[in-house]
């Protein structure tokens, strides 16, 4: 109980924190609007595709880097919360589930592509290559094994599994989900970049064409 408890006043904190520094005015803007809520409706679907040994534990993508580079971290936040939130409404997982699956699943790889985003821009060339490879493709690959690392932890620390099963189970799969991870998110990016570059302002022509 007391480590839920943690966890739910953690995941509360954050999803606060990220409703404060939301950019709210650009829903005034309804394109933006359905941009963002039919995105959060796509990844659902995707959510939807899980797999997993273990029934209790299954895995599916997570798309979280791609959110995170169209609408930043505020709202990625928010859509992560929206979305783990959905799971449960619907009886994928249950509610006891959604602090640690929204911290470890949500917050980690989208923390984890902010990192990955900023460190580009300081140390490799500012080049259209390296946003969509080393941001989207591998950074998405990154998110995915930092997301399923904390999310291990956490299930050895609530002793809902053992070591033998993570790694029987739950870890032996994670290999296959990383690159198809990695694929889905670098496939998107690029065809955002190309031919919607107004949904996904992190990448800024200014910077990676004109440069």
């Known amino acids: 109980m ?20 939301a950019p709210w005015g650009q829903f005034r803007d309804t394109g933006f ?21 273990l029934p209790a534990v299954p895995m599916h993508f997570l798309c979280l880097t791609t959110l995170t580079l169209m609408f930043g971290v505020p709202l990625a936040i928010i859509a992560a919360a929206i979305l783990t939130g959905a799971m449960c409404v619907t009886g994928a997982e249950g509610w006891q589930s959604w602090p640690g699956s929204f911290l470890a699943l949500g ?14 821009q300081r140390y490799l060339p500012p ?19 930092a997301a399923m690392a904390v999310n291990s932890l956490l299930l050895l620390g609530l002793e809902q599994m053992s070591l033998l099963q993570l790694r029987q189970s739950y870890l032996s799969v994670l290999p296959l989900m990383m690159f198809p991870e990695a694929f889905i998110n670098g496939l998107i990016v690029t065809g955002l970049v190309v031919f919607r570059p107004e949904w996904i302002p992190s990448f800024d022509d200014e910077v990676y064409l004109k440069s």
């Open 2 to 21: 007391v480590p839920f408890l943690f966890l739910s006043t953690i995941a509360i904190a954050v999803t606060v924190l990220a409703l404060a520094r």
């Open 33 to 53: 609007q359905h941009v963002f809520f039919g995105a959060c409706v796509a990844v659902f679907f995707i959510w939807q595709l899980r797999v997993g040994i």
């Open 107 to 120: 917050v980690v790889p989208i923390l984890l592509t902010r990192l990955m985003l900023l460190a580009s």
């Open 127 to 145: 080049n259209p290559f390296i946003y969509i490879f080393v941001v989207a493709f591998f950074g998405a690959a990154a998110a995915m094994l």
